[in-house]
Structure formats: C-alpha cells, structure tokens
C-alpha cells in the first residue's frame, strides 16, 4: 500500500563522486514489495523546490524497517537532499509504481545498468540470487570516480564495469562489454539512461527482456499525466511511467 | 459546531474542497489513499469528444514556488469518461463537476450536453482557460463575445448548472467575467494557470516539448486571489477560487477574497492528502477566527 | 577573454547586468556597499514632474518566491532629480536609464523632455506598466493604440533613444510590444510586475494598503521569461529582460530567451550584492557554456 | 560600515514563550555602532521565505565578535529562524539604521518598552549606565510567560514590570506605571507597539524622547520606499524607518 510517511534518516554518506547512498526507516519500508519500485521524497518543508524526487529503492532491509536509496547530487532538489543527516526526517511517499518480476528469470539473467540507473539492480540482484538465479552485472559509470557499489555486485556474481573514459574496467557503454559476453541468459534486466535502454533492447530482440524508464513526474502515482510514453500496445493511449512503470517488458515503450 | 457546509447551484458541497480538475485525474489514484467521499465535490480531468493524446514529453517543470504543466487536454475522451470512469466514481457519495474542453463551440456543447446527463455529475466546469492547446482552449477565454457567446450555446444544452473557468492571461478578467454572466453562467471558477516558460540554463532549450506551459502552485496565489477579489466585487456570480492552495490558512484566504468554495491543486502533487487535511482542519481553524460557518467568510474582506 | 560587453541603442555597456528601477532608489545606498562604476547600467527610481508621496503604508509583503509592492511611484519630483540625484550619479563610469511615469503623456513628455538632457541619462525607459497608481501608469500599458501614441510623444521630445517598459498584465503583449515599435521605440524593458493581493489571514484585510501590489522576484520569472520569448520572436526591438533574476544562470536564461540584457530587482533586498556578484560569476559561467561572448547567446532559444 | 556576513550562531534558547535569544559571531559585530540598530537576517537560503527579516540588536559583545537578539517566533520567517542551532551560519546584514543617542541623557533616563520592542532598550541600558545615567525600566508583555530579562535589567536599575493579563507585575499596560512613576527624568527611549509609542508621547511633552519605529521592509537600507512614515518635517517628503530611523525625537514621526 501505498504511505506517506516522516521516515527517519540513519545513515547519508558520499559513497562516489557525487553520489550520495542514504538509508532511511520507518514503516514504509515493510510495504515494498517489488526491486525497481521508487519512493516520492520531499526534500523540504518549503515551498521551493516544490514538487517530490523520484529516486529508486536500492536495497531493503525488511528486519530493520529499513531501505536504501542512491543518488546522484546535481540539482537543486538532490543537492538539498545530500544535506540531511542522520535523525532527521523526511517526507517519504511510496512504495510507487510496478518494479522488476524476479519470478520471470529462469536460471540466468544480465543486470545492465548505467550511471544512477544501476542502483535499483542492486536489490534485484539480492532477490534473484535468493531465488537461486545467477546474475550477472554489467554496469556502466562516467569514470572511475563515479563507480560505485562494485564490491557489492561481485559478492552476487559476475560484474563488469564500463567507464565512457576507460578510467576503470572496459572503456566505452555497457553495449561494449555485451558485445563480448555470451547470450546465454533468458532474461535480462535494464535500468539506465533512455539511449542505453534502446542500445541493450536492439542487441537481444529474442530474449525476455524488462526495462525501467524516466520521466519528468508531478504527482507519482498516476493522476496528472505528466510522465507519459508512447507504447506499441495501443495507437490512442500512452501509459504513464510512476504507475504502469517503471518497469515495462521489452518492446512496449516507445521512446 | 461549525458549519462546513456550502450550496451552490447544483452543488450541495459538504465542505467547501475540492481538487482541482488535471490535478486528480478521475479519482482512482487518489483513491487507493483516501475515501473520495470525504471531499466536498470532485473536479475531474478535461473531457473533450475524442480521445486525445496531449503534448509529448517532458510535460512538467518545476519553478520557484511552482511547477509548469503542458498535459495538453490528454483524456480518454468522452466516450469513455462517460461510459467507465463516471460510472465508477458513482460508489462515492461526492458530486461530480465535469471539466469541458474542446476546439470548437460544437465540440463543447456536444461534450457538455452529454455529460451533463450522467447522474453523479452536478456540474459543468467550462474550461476556456486551457494556455497549453493550440486551438481552442483559451482563445475562448480571453474575448468577453467569445466567451459570452460559448456560455450561451452550453446553457442551452447543459442539464446541470455550467461554471465557467476563466483564464488569468487577460487584461481585464472582469470583462470576461461579466460577460459569462450575461451569458447566462451560473458560477465561475478561476484561475486556471499563467503562460510560463523554463529553460533548460545549459543547453538554451525550453525545458517543456510545448515550449510554454502553464504555472500553478503557490507561486501564483497572490495573481489568483486578487482576481477572486476583482471579480467577486464586480458580479454576483459564486465563485470557486484555485490558485497556489497549499493549506487550511489558504482557504480562508480565497474565502475572504469572495470565493463560495476552494479548488486545490497542484499542492495534490507535494501532499496526496492535502484534500482531507484541510477538511479536518478548518472547523478548528474557522473557530479560532471566530466563526461559526464557512459561508460567514465569504467575501469578508469586502466587507472590511 | 569572454566578452561581456553589450551594445544598445544609447547605450555601451561594460556588462549586460543593472538593477532594475525602484529597487535601487537612485543609487546611493548601494554605493555604501560597493562601487556602481562595475555595473552595466543603473534604471534609477521612477521620475515624475511633481514629488509624488506614494501609497500608504503597508507597502509590501512578501509572498510564496515573491513580494508584492505598492510604492506608487514614491520620488522627489523632476527638479529635485534632474539638480541632485543624477549630478551625484556622475561620480561613477555608468550610464544612467531614467524611468520616467506620469499621470497625462503632457506628464511624460515633459519628463522625458528634461531628463533626457542630463549627460549621464543615456536612454529613457518608459513606465506604462506600474500597477500601483490609480492614474496613468498600466492604463498606458494595456492599450496597443494608446500605448503606441504615448511613445511618439515621447519620442519627439526625447535626445536620448527611449525603451517602453511593458506590463505582464494584458492578454496580448505581443501586440502591445509591436505598437510601441510602430510608435518608433528603440527598445523594449520587460516586465513590471504582475498585479497581486496578499490577505491578512487573522482579519481578512489585504495587507498591502492599497490593497493590490505588484508581485515580483522569483515566482514570476516564468512568466517573464515566456513574455521576453515571444516578444524578441515577433519585434526587432532589443529587450532588457527581468523578472525574478536571482543568479547568473537566470541571466543566462533570460539571454537565450532573447533578451540583449538583463535587469534586477527584487533580488537586491535579499542579496545588496547581487549585481556585483552576477558580474563576476558570468565569464567563468559564459566560457563553461562554450560562449566567448554575452552576444552569442542572445535569442540562443530561437535558434534550436 | 554596512557588511554582509555569514555569521556563526553562537547559541540560541527559548527565554520566555516562543521568545527566542540567539547570539552569533563574527566580524559584522565589531561595526556595531550604537543600541538600537537593527540587522536585516535572512532566513533560509530558499527563495521561500524570501525577504529578510530585521531584528534589533539586544546586547553587544564587541570583545567577542558576538552580539545577542531576542525575538519572537510566529510567522514563518522567525519560525525558520528558531531552528538555528549552535554552528549554523546565518546570512546577516548589517548593522543598519540610527539607533538611541545615549549621549542626549544627561543623568536619569526613562526607558520604556513593549513585548519584542523591549530588547534593544537592554543595550541601551548597558551603555546609559557605562555613562553614569541612572536608568529606570518601565516593560510591558502580555502576561506572565512572556516576560523576559527582568533580573538582567533589574541589575542595571530600578524595574517595572506590567503585564496585560495582570499575571506578573502591575496589571496593564506600561502607560499605568508611568502614571505612578514620578517625571523626575531628563530623557526617556521608548521601543514597542506605534499606539505604545503614541501614548508615551502623550504623556511627556516636555520631556526629550526617543522612539524607535516599526514598518514592513524590502530592502533595510533605505533603497526601495518601503518602510517610509509621514513626518511633521516636511509635507512632501517622508522618512525611511530602515535608514533615518528605527528611532526618532519624538514629535517627528506621524503614525
Ligand atoms: C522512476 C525514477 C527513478 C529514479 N531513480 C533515481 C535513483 O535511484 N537515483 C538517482 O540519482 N536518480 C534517480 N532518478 C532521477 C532523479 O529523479 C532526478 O535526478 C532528480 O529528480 C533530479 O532532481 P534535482 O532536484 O537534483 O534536479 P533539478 O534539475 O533541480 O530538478 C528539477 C525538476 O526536474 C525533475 N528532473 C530532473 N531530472 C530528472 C530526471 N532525470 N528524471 C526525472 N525527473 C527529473 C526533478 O524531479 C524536478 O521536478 C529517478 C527518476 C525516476 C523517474
Ligand atoms: C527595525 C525593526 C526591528 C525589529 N526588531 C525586532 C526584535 O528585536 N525582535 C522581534 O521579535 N521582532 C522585531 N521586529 C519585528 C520583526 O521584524 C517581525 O516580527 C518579523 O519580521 C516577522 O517575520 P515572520 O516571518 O515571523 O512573520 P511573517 O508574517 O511570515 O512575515 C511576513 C513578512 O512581513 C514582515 N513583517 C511581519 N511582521 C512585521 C513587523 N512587526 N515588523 C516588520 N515587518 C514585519 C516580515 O518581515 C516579512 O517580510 C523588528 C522590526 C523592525 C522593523
Ligand atoms: C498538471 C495539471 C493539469 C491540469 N489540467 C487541467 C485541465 O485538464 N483542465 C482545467 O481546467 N485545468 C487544468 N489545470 C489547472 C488547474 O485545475 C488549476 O486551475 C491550476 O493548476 C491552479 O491551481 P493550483 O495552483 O492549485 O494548481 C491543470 C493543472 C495542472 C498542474
Ligand atoms: C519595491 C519595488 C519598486 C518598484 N518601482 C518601480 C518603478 O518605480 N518603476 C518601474 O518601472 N518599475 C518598478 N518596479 C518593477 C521592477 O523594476 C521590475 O520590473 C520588477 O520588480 C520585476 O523584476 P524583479 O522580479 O527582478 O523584481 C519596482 C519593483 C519593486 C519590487
Ligand atoms: S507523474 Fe503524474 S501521472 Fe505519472
Ligand atoms: S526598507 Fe527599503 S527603504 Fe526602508
């Protein structure tokens, strides 16, 4: 269900350049249900910046009431975030949104993430290996300085890391190092910036394949329409990325 | 106890709030957090004959103290309003108020006369306001002949009483104002959104597809309650003031200014239950101000 | 080297940056906190023949990213500032834009006719937009023939090239903008503030004493943005953006809207020293940009 | 000189029902001139609130860079503003405005205040006495959960307290213990409510007064027309209560 609760800030720190990992905790946490869904947070009491952040669930830590979110601090909205410390509350609406089906992978799945899209695989990645999935990671970053969480996807499995100026692991996108690795996963999973989605979608038009997607948002959960796409499913419609997405099957968005 | 209640024609509201029409889609998201019947009365998304499709994307910004929206009138189109979300919204005990758009005269009487039928809808919210169409919209709201004119042809047909919803992007809102009445309305609501602009600073671009969009929220309250005011003044038609309503003391404010109920919308976005908090709050509120009803305020700064 | 410098029909400016009038009295002030010989120009405080005493008190309150003001045109009268206020201005290596207001165009042109004669008044900005007068001022404004005929007048009288300053509050300023250019205006300011009211919640009365003012700072900067980008579309006229300049990026983006320089306000009661500080930020910010000159990216959003 | 300073806060508590001491540090102190003056804070680094808010100065401590304020939290501005804590950095311009000539008094001075006009005239207390001035300290709140500083002015003179409620001190307003008070005084300073300085006025025409004046400002320095007054000075000018004031001879303010 969805909550809209004052969750308590326990930890913020600076894991890579400019981007922030902050766990919070409240009841809220004990409503996610899914990897990739995303919580709306109001990063001020004031009326400036107005509208919430949408920023992904990274890991939940259910026993705790707990969960992780990872960010990058760019603009006005996530730059006010990265203040908050530990104790101090904050304006959580969520769990929002449909995220990855871990029950659709088999055996094997691929984890392609670029940039601030990589976080909600983390907890993807977590769930699937509980299911006895092997995934593997392919993740791709600026540079070295904004790598992060590598540690973190080896101990679930295989990881490769691209960076677009070569500074760590393969130089170049995530396409490059799946150009090199075999296909021989049923499904993959993909969060990322639109282009990338696009790229890893071309290369694999057999496989099943799930894909989160951004949008500029209002409300977050379905009523303004302000986070449309265009979809394959139906010429008069569009469907909205906060409530039918964030996370579509391969094929349905048109971007 | 204090009195919450407020009539209007068609309207026998329970409390004076209700959500803005864009800002609540038809109800069912904010259902999922909230019972609808607690609101006064439901201001659903526009409606036009056709389904359309709106503006692409991004279709929102975020100003200081406000946000743009260029949705551009994206609705399932009247068909389906009618058939599935109005029937639906029926398990709430809430009066519906139906939000017309269209591109000519006929596509307004032809949606209005339609969905003024349906049994939940008590009436109609005529938006020639909307800045973020290219035909149509608020080219209907900013000639007094123009807009007395479609008022006309939609009295004629429209089975419940017709509010009209008038554009701030004018030079003298009483004009129109005056000239919906003589048009036979029987309320108005204002203020839909001003003409606004982002850029994107790096790349120079207009940060909204539409290029322009319009702005809500708190930003533009002082514009919307200074025209309540004026137009408040200058007929005798109700009217239901929007514009920047974030909270309990933003309602006193419109209701002082002349407004008979309140709209909120864009605060929808910051705090889904806004709606419910304010309805909670104003009896205490209305009390604290030494009052005993809602209809007590309105207009009290006139009368000051 | 990135190179700041803007020409303008009377004017040769260091940089694109100067406060806006009524915001910076007639200087001094701010010559306490720094020297106005950095700043591109000055727009001194609205001039008008007689003294004028302005509104009552109240005369501003603050509202959400913004503020309302009614002034009402508050100066010490043509004699005192064409003997006193602009021969004390001449210290400094900045030209002066007199804002002239009146309640007749007898009023204006004789304003117009005496100040522009002073040396360092390098150019007129005409105040057909101010909100806050009962006569004159936005009447001016709002009318393209009227407003068209006042800038003839104004223009025979005037030695210095003469900007008309327009008013946010019309349906069409685009029409008002191409009148002003019919009319033989050498440039265009924009905006002045947009009417607004703010209420005591506690009483119900306005708190501004003249009841409305003119809303201004950052709450309007997308209104005044969308306006500067429409005009700079459909008129030849060079335009001084403003409306809600806070920082060099709002510069920047008031620049790619089509403005040739940019004017601040309201900003300057919450930071003395942003004119100043804008200054210094733009080369480093133009050259992040990719841009060598501020000239490069005026209207850089028409071009896209 | 007029400086802007990010200024430390020092402390800040709650002395008396959401009246609030805060004291801050830094360069910006050591230009303090004379009591009675003001600074112009702004309170959050968002554009909501926008505007400054001016607050006199309550004490100096010229040897500490510090100076002390006293105010009361109700809008929303000095609400924000009760949030500071210790080592907050707080936008102040200042110190702004003519305060109290403490060189008019010649040896007893009558010093009269209302509510939150109360705290400059505790400076002014201090420095009168360094001078040798005998002060006597007529104060007026609300009731009893709103006094403050008695002991503090107690230990510089002779002090009268009334209150509204009659909860604390005399019953009324100050107005009822100046009635009993003799007019044995050469000058009196007077700070609170226009209709507090009205009376005071009133009540001593012969004597030399000093009134400090209160107006809803923009910018605080005498630039913008905002805070202006009527004045028996003139018929076609009026006075700025940010730059030629907060404090007048009375008799030159019409209010
Ligand atoms: C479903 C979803 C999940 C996301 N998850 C993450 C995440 O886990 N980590 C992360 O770092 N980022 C994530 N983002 C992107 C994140 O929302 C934006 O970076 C953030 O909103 C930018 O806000 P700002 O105040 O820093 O920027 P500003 O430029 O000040 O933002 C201005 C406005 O634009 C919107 N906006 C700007 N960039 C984006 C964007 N890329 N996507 C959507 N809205 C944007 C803001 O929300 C705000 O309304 C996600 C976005 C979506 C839609
Ligand atoms: C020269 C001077 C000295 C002052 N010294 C003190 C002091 O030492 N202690 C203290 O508690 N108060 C003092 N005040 C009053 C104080 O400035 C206001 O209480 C404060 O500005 C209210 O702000 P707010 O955000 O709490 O209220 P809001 O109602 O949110 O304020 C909205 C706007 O109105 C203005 N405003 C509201 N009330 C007043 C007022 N009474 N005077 C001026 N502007 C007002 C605010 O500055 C702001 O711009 C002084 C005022 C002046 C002019
Ligand atoms: C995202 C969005 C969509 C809107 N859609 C409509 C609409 O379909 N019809 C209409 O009359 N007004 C529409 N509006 C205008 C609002 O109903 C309201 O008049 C305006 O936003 C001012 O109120 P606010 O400041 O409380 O948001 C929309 C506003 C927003 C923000
Ligand atoms: C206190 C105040 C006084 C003003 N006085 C004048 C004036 O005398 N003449 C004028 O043309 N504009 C006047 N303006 C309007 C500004 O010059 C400017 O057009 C407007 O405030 C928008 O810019 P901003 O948002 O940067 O303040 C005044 C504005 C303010 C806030
Ligand atoms: S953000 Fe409102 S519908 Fe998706
Ligand atoms: S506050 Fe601006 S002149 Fe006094």
Redesign the pocket.
Known sequence: MIKQERMQVVKQQEIAKH?FELTVQGELANEMAEPGQ?VHIR?ADSFE??????????SIDMEASQFT?????????????SEKKAGDLLDILGP??HGFPVEEAQKKAYLIGG???V??LYELAKQLNERGIETVHILGFESKQAVFYEDKFRELGDTHIATVDGSHGTQGFVTHILNELPSDFDTYYS?GPTAMLEAVQWAYPQKKGFL??????GCGIGACFA?VCRTTKSETDYIK??SD??VFPAGVVIS | MTDLTVELPGLDLKNPIMPASGCFGFGKEYAQLYDLSQLGAIMIKATTVETRLGNPT?R???TASG?LNAIGLQNPGLEKVAGQELPWLEQYDVPIIANVAGTTTEDYVEVAKAISEAPNVHALEINISCPNVKLGGITFGTDPDVARELTRAVKEVSSVPVYIKLSPNVTDIVSIAKAVEEGGADGITMINTLLGMRMDTKTGRP?IANITGGLSGPAIKPVALRMVYEVSKHTKLPIIGMGGVTNVDDVIDFLSAGASAVAVGTANFVNPFVCPEIIGQLPERLHELGFDSVKELVGRSHRL
Chains 1, 4 share one sequence.
């Open positions: 981007i995303f990063v910046p107005l509208l919430r952040r949408p920023i992904s669930v990274a979110m990872i960010y990058r601090a760019e603009g006005r909205g996530t730059g006010l975030l929002l949104g940039g601030i899209g976080p909600p969060c989160s997607y951004e949008q500029r948002m986070c990325v906060c997405g964030p | 991004p929102v910004a975020e946000m940060i």
